[in-house]
T-cell receptor
Framework: SQTIHQWPATLVQPVGSPLSLECTVE??????LYWYRQAAGRGLQLLFY??????ISSEVPQNLSASRPQDRQFILSSKKLLLSDSGFYLC????????????FGPGTRLTVT | QQQVKQSPQSLIVQKGGISIINCAYE??????FPWYQQFPGKGPALLIA?????SEKKEGRFTISFNKSAKQFSLHIMDSQPGDSATYFC???????????FGRGTSLIVHP
């Protein structure tokens, strides 16, 4: 069976500090991978998606970046965090563009102080 | 990216009642309509989904009703329980698209 992991689960970082959030998927190969951000009480904002190693598409211009160094690893980064970067970050995967189901990870709660 | 409009934003139901959440879409290329359930502090979990070739799908207390001509679909939670209290998201997917389109979510509270 497939599982998706995210870490850390929670993170408190000062403004201006760097960020690295990691997501890994087990039990599948060549998944489509996604990063979403969810502000408190709000919907899902798609940040990045990737259809393969090294292939990243950005949906929202911001000070965040994403990388996919391995097939089942997706990393969200920032060089300098802003207060507005606080939120709940969710990684998700799909088997491919012809697959319908999308599965979410447990999320990372980021608080920028 | 086409929008999926979800309503209501919040819903309060008594235990044993029926919870109904509605979604509407414009893009006729959508061919898969899932619903997700999200508990506080957790990631959304796929709850139930439907394709437009059927008008209704039922799994336990959860039912999706689909109206292709009206481009609307809804989630019905029968015999709502306090444990159903969560945020529910509808979504729409078109074959070959990399990006699902999500509604804004509905916060459901079921009072005991």
């Amino acid at each position: 069976s497939q599982t998706i992991h995210q870490w850390p689960a929670t993170l408190v970082q000062p403004v201006g500090s760097p960020l690295s959030l990691e997501c890994t998927v087990e039990g599948t190969s060549n998944p489509n991978l996604y990063w979403y951000r969810q502000a408190a009480g709000r919907g899902l904002q798609l940040l990045f998606y990737s259809v393969g190693i090294g292939q990243i598409s950005s949906e929202v211009p911001q000070n965040l970046s994403a990388s996919r160094p391995q097939d089942r690893q997706f990393i969200l980064s920032s060089k300098k965090l802003l207060l507005s970067d606080s939120g709940f970050y969710l990684c998700a995967w799909r088997r491919g563009s012809l697959a319908n189901e999308q599965y979410f990870g447990p999320g990372t709660r980021l608080t920028v102080t | 990216q086409q929008q999926v409009k979800q309503s209501p934003q919040s819903l309060i139901v008594q235990k044993g009642g029926i919870s109904i959440i509605n979604c509407a879409y414009e893009n006729t290329a959508f061919d898969y309509f899932p619903w997700y359930q999200q508990f506080p502090g957790k990631g959304p979990a796929l709850l139930i989904a439907i394709r437009p070739d059927v008008s209704e799908k039922k799994e336990g207390r959860f039912t999706i009703s689909f109206n292709k001509s009206a481009k609307q679909f809804s989630l019905h939670i029968m015999d709502s329980q306090p444990g159903d209290s969560a945020t529910y998201f509808c979504a729409a997917v078109s074959g070959g698209s990399y990006i699902p389109t999500f509604g804004r979510g509905t916060s459901l509270i079921v009072h005991p």
